[in-house]
C-alpha cells in the first residue's frame, strides 16, 4: 500500500475505493432499462448527436431526388405535389431536427466537462428533452404513412397552409410535430444557461470561461427570446385550423403577414442560434492547433453578444418584397449590414490567433479552413442580399439558395465536422484517420462548391426557389445538371466522413496521449475511458487555459481527493458556484436514472397524436394523467432528509441548494419565465399589429360592456400576489402552517379569478371564431388563464410539500419557486388586463 504525502492526500486504497463508489452513484447500468431511464449528460448528449446526424442523413436523401427533377427540364422523378413535400421536409428536416439539436448535443456533452462539472443541473429535463425531439422528428415523418405530408415549405406561410387551401393534415403533421420537436430547444436552453451560470469549477470567472461556452450561452439566450415567437406561430395557426379562429384570416380581421412577422422574428435569429456554436468550435480548434492563447478573447465574447442582439433586428430581411414602408426598410436593410461587424472581428480574430502562433495542420483544421472558404463567400453574398433593390430581383430564386446554403453548410457543417474529428480522441480513444478523412473532406468541399456555386446564376438568370420543373428557354439546364451530379459527391463525401468516423471507435489507432492535441481546456483533462462522473475531484481553475498552465490537473482531477472527492452520501453531487467570480456556494443534488422523462414524453406524444385524429375528448382527457406525471416527477425532486451542510473537502461546508439564495431551480425559474416572457410579448405584439390592420378595433357590433366584473377579476389577482407575498412572511417566521393556509388561499383566489374573467368576457367579446378581435382577446386572456391555473396547481403541490416536510425555513426553495412564478402571473395579468379592458375604451 502507497500513501501520499502532503495536506489532503490519501492512500491508493481508498482512492480506489471512492472511484469505485463514484463509478456506482453515477453509473447507468446495462440492458434496455437502465438505457431508457438514463438521464447523464454524457448519454443524452450523445443520442442528440447520433439523432442529429441521422436526421441529416434523410434530409440529404430527400434533398437528391429535389436535384434529381431539377438536373434536367422536364424530368418527371417527383410530381409537383410529391416535389413540394420533399422541398418542405428537407428544409424542416435541416433547420429543426438537424441542426440546432446536434449543436445543443455538442453543448451538453461538452459544457460539463469544459466547466469541471460532474452533469447538467437538470439532468431529467435533458432526457425529456432527448425524448420529445424523437418523437417529434418521428410525429412529423410518420406524416408520409399517411399520405398527408406537409407541403408548405419549410416556413408554412398563410394563407396557403390555412384550411382553405390546406385541407388536409399535412399542415398539422408540421405545426404539431415542429412544436412538440421543439421542447427540446427550450429546455436544453434553459439547462445550459444555468449550468454556464453557476455551475463552474471554482475559479473559473466570467474572464475564463471556454469561448466555446461563451458561444453556447448566446446561443441559449437567443433560444430563450427567439423561439416563443415562432412556438406562437404554430400554435395560432393550428387553433385556426382547429376550431376556426381568424387570426390569418382577411375577411375576419386577420392579417397573412402576421405569421411571416412571428416566424421570421424566430427565423433570422435561428441562423446565428446554428452559426454561434459552430463558431465556439472554431475557436477552440484554433487556439489549439496555432498552440498559443486566442487572441482578442474579449473581443470575440462581445462579438457573439453583438450578434445576438443584432441578430433580433433583422427579421424584415425576409420581407423585403411584402409591401413594407421603405424607411423600415432602410432601417432593416442598415441593421442586416451591421451584423457583418461581429463576424468579422471573430474572423480576424482566428486570422490573428493562427498568424502569431504555430499551427499544425491536422484533419480538423482542414475543415475549418473549407469553413473559412465557404462561410466568407456566403457573407459577401449576405450583404449583397442586405441591399433591398438587389434582394427584389434576387428575391425566391435559386440566388436565395444558393446563399442559404453557403451560410449554412459553410457556418455549421464543416465546424461540425472538425468537431467531431477534434473531440473523437476524447470519446473513443482512438485517433482519425488521416488519409480517409482527408479524402472525404475534400469530396465534401469540391462537391459542394459544384453543387451551389451554380445556383448563384442559375437564380441570376431567372430559375425560382421551390418550383418543380422550369422551361427550356432559361438555359440552366447544364448548369443545374453540374449542380446536381455534384450534389451526389457531397452526399458520397458526407457519408464517408460519417462511416469513418464510425470505424474509429473501433478500427482507428489508439491516442499516443490522453490528450493527443496537446490541447488547454478542462475536457483534455479528462481519462479515458470518460468516466460516467467526469472529475474524481472537482477541479480549481486559474487561468483560461488550465491544462496549459498548470500539467499536473490531469492528474488531480482524476483522484478522489480533492473537492467532492469523497462520496460519502451516495448521492449525485455538483457543485454550485457564484455567477461572476465562481467562488462555491452550495452543493447541488441532481437526480439518478429515471422512468418521468420518458413516461411524460409518450403521454404528450398521445396527447398530440389525439389531437392531429381530431380526438379532442381525448387529447382532454390526457392531460390528467400528465399533470399526475409532473406531480410524481417534482414530488421526487428533493430531500427531505438532506444534511444542512455538506463537506466539499478541505474542510468547506456548503448548503445544499434546497436552501441556497443562488440555487439552479430559482434561476431555472427565471429563464423559463424570460422564454414564457417572450411568448406572451409575442402575442401582445399580434394584438396590436391586427389593430394596426383594421378599420375598428374591437368592431362593429362588439359592445364592451361595464367594468365592475373586470375590476373584481383584477382584485382577486392583486390578492393572489398578496397571499403569496404572505406565505414567504410566513415561512421566514417558521409557521409551516401558515404557509399551507395562504396557499390553499392564493389557489382559492386564482380559482376564482379564472371564473370571474371568463364572465367577464364571454357577453361583450362573443364568439372567437367572428373576428380577429375576439380570437386574439380569447386567446390572449386563455393564456393568463392558464398561468393562473399553473399557479393554482403548484400552490397546492407546495402546500402539500409542506405539510409533508420538504419545506422548512431552512429550506424555503419551493415556496420562493411557487411565489416568483405568482409575481410574473400577476405582472403580466395586468399587461393583459390593461390591453385587453382598457386599451379598447381608450381609443
Request: charged content about 10%; aromatic content about 14%.
Amino acid at each position: 500500500m502507497t500513501t501520499a504525502h502532503g495536506p489532503g492526500r490519501i492512500d491508493e486504497v481508498e482512492n480506489r475505493r471512492r472511484l469505485d463508489a463514484l463509478a456506482e452513484i453515477w453509473g447507468t447500468g446495462r440492458g434496455l432499462v437502465a438505457q431508457l431511464t438514463a438521464v447523464n449528460h454524457s448519454t443524452v448528449a450523445m443520442r442528440f448527436i447520433v439523432t442529429g446526424l441521422a436526421f441529416l442523413l434523410i434530409g440529404g436523401m430527400l434533398s437528391m431526388f429535389i436535384r434529381l427533377q431539377l438536373a434536367w427540364f422536364g424530368m418527371e422523378v417527383l410530381d409537383p405535389q410529391r416535389y413540394a413535400q420533399f422541398v418542405t421536409m428537407h428544409g424542416t428536416t435541416m433547420m429543426f431536427l438537424f441542426a440546432v439539436p446536434i449543436m445543443e448535443g455538442f453543448a451538453m456533452y461538452l459544457v460539463p466537462k469544459m466547466l469541471g462539472a460532474r452533469d447538467l443541473p437538470f439532468p431529467r429535463m435533458s432526457a425529456f428533452g432527448w425524448w420529445c425531439y424523437l418523437f417529434g422528428g418521428l410525429f412529423l415523418y410518420s406524416s408520409f404513412l399517411f399520405d398527408a405530408a406537409p407541403d408548405g415549405g419549410w416556413f408554412m406561410y398563410v394563407p396557403l397552409t390555412d384550411s382553405t387551401y390546406s385541407p388536409g393534415l399535412g399542415a398539422d403533421f408540421w405545426l404539431i410535430g415542429v412544436t412538440f420537436a421543439e421542447i427540446a430547444a427550450v429546455t436544453a436552453a434553459v439547462e445550459l444557461i444555468v449550468a454556464i451560470l453557476i455551475t463552474r469549477a471554482p475559479g473559473m470567472g466570467l474572464q475564463r470561461i471556454p469561448l466555446f461556452c461563451w458561444a453556447i450561452l448566446v446561443m441559449a439566450f437567443m433560444i430563450a427570446f427567439g423561439f416563443p415567437p415562432l412556438i406562437l406561430a404554430s400554435i395560432l395557426l393550428e387553433i385556426q385550423r382547429a376550431f376556426d379562429f381568424a387570426f390569418f384570416d382577411v375577411p375576419r380581421g386577420g392579417d397573412p403577414l402576421l405569421w411571416q412577422h412571428l416566424f421570421w422574428l424566430f427565423g433570422h435569429p435561428e441562423v446565428y442560434i446554428i452559426f454561434l456554436p459552430a463558431s465556439g468550435v472554431v475557436s477552440m480548434l484554433v487556439a489549439t492547433f496555432a498552440r498559443r492563447p486566442m487572441v482578442g478573447y474579449t473581443w470575440i465574447v462581445l462579438a457573439y453578444v453583438g450578434t445576438g442582439f443584432l441578430s433580433f433586428g433583422l427579421w424584415v430581411h425576409h420581407m423585403y418584397t411584402v409591401g413594407i414602408p421603405l424607411l423600415a426598410l432602410a432601417f432593416f436593410s442598415a441593421a442586416s449590414m451591421a451584423v457583418a461587424i461581429p463576424m468579422g472581428i471573430q474572423v480576424f480574430a482566428w486570422i490573428a490567433t493562427l498568424w502569431a502562433g504555430r499551427p499544425r495542420f491536422r484533419l480538423p483544421m482542414l475543415h475549418l479552413f473549407g469553413f473559412f472558404f465557404v462561410f466568407v463567400l456566403g457573407g459577401l453574398t449576405g450583404v449583397m442580399l442586405a441591399f433591398v433593390p438587389f434582394d427584389w430581383q434576387a428575391h425566391d430564386t435559386h440566388f436565395v439558395v444558393a446563399h442559404l446554403h453557403y451560410v449554412l453548410i459553410g457556418g455549421l457543417m464543416f465546424p461540425m465536422f472538425a468537431g467531431l474529428y477534434y473531440w473523437l480522441p476524447m470519446v473513443s480513444g482512438r485517433m482519425p484517420s488521416e488519409s480517409i478523412g482527408r479524402t472525404a473532406f475534400w469530396m465534401v468541399f469540391i462537391g459542394f462548391n459544384l453543387a451551389f456555386l451554380p445556383m448563384h446564376l442559375t437564380g441570376l438568370l431567372g430559375l425560382p426557389r421551390r418550383v418543380y420543373t422550369y422551361p427550356a428557354d432559361l438555359n440552366v439546364e447544364w448548369l443545374n445538371l453540374i449542380s446536381t451530379a455534384a450534389g451526389f459527391v457531397l452526399a458520397a463525401g458526407i457519408v464517408a466522413i460519417l462511416v469513418d468516423l464510425g470505424l474509429s471507435f473501433r478500427l482507428g489507432r489508439r491516442a499516443p496521449q490522453r490528450n493527443p492535441w496537446e490541447a488547454g481546456t478542462l475536457e483534455w483533462a479528462l481519462a479515458w475511458p470518460v468516466p460516467t462522473y467526469n472529475f474524481a475531484s472537482i477541479p480549481v481553475v486559474d487561468d483560461r487555459y488550465p491544462v496549459w498552465s498548470r500539467p499536473a490537473l490531469i492528474d488531480e482531477t482524476a483522484r478522489a481527493e480533492g473537492l467532492l472527492g469523497d462520496p460519502r452520501d451516495g448521492r449525485r453531487e455538483i457543485i454550485g458556484t457564484g455567477m461572476l467570480g465562481a467562488e462555491p456556494e452550495q452543493v447541488i443534488r441532481i437526480s439518478h436514472s429515471t422512468w418521468w422523462p420518458l413516461l411524460a414524453a409518450l403521454n404528450i406524444a398521445a396527447l398530440l397524436a389525439c389531437f392531429i385524429a381530431k380526438v379532442y375528448w381525448g387529447a382532454a382527457l390526457l392531460v390528467l394523467p400528465l399533470l399526475g406525471m409532473f406531480a410524481g416527477w417534482l414530488w421526487t425532486t428533493g430531500d427531505r432528509h438532506a444534511p444542512a451542510t455538506v463537506d466539499i473537502g478541505d474542510g468547506r461546508l456548503l448548503p445544499t441548494q434546497y436552501s441556497a439564495r443562488n440555487a439552479p431551480g430559482w434561476w431555472a425559474l427565471v429563464i423559463s419565465l424570460l422564454i414564457d416572457g417572450s411568448l406572451f410579448a409575442s402575442l401582445v405584439f399580434a394584438y396590436f399589429y391586427l389593430w394596426l390592420g383594421t378599420e375598428a378595433w374591437p368592431p362593429a357590433g362588439i359592445a364592451l360592456g361595464g367594468l365592475a366584473l373586470p375590476l373584481i377579476a383584477l382584485g382577486l389577482l392583486l390578492l393572489q400576489g398578496a397571499a403569496t407575498w404572505w406565505a414567504g412572511r410566513a415561512l421566514r417566521a417558521g409557521a409551516i402552517g401558515r404557509v399551507v393556509g395562504t396557499m390553499l388561499a392564493a389557489a382559492a383566489l386564482g380559482t376564482g379569478f379564472i371564473v370571474v374573467e371568463s364572465w367577464a368576457l364571454a357577453g361583450p367579446v362573443g364568439a372567437p371564431q367572428a373576428h380577429a378581435y375576439a380570437s386574439v382577446v380569447w386567446t390572449l386572456a386563455g393564456f393568463h388563464m392558464l398561468h393562473v391555473a399553473i399557479a393554482v396547481l403548484m400552490s397546492v403541490f407546495v402546500a402539500a410539500r409542506a405539510r409533508a416536510g420538504y419545506v422548512t425555513a431552512a429550506r424555503p426553495l419551493e415556496p420562493r419557486v411557487v411565489a416568483g412564478f405568482w409575481r410574473y402571473t400577476v405582472g403580466i395579468g395586468l399587461v393583459a388586463w390593461v390591453v385587453i379592458h382598457v386599451f379598447p375604451r381608450v381609443i
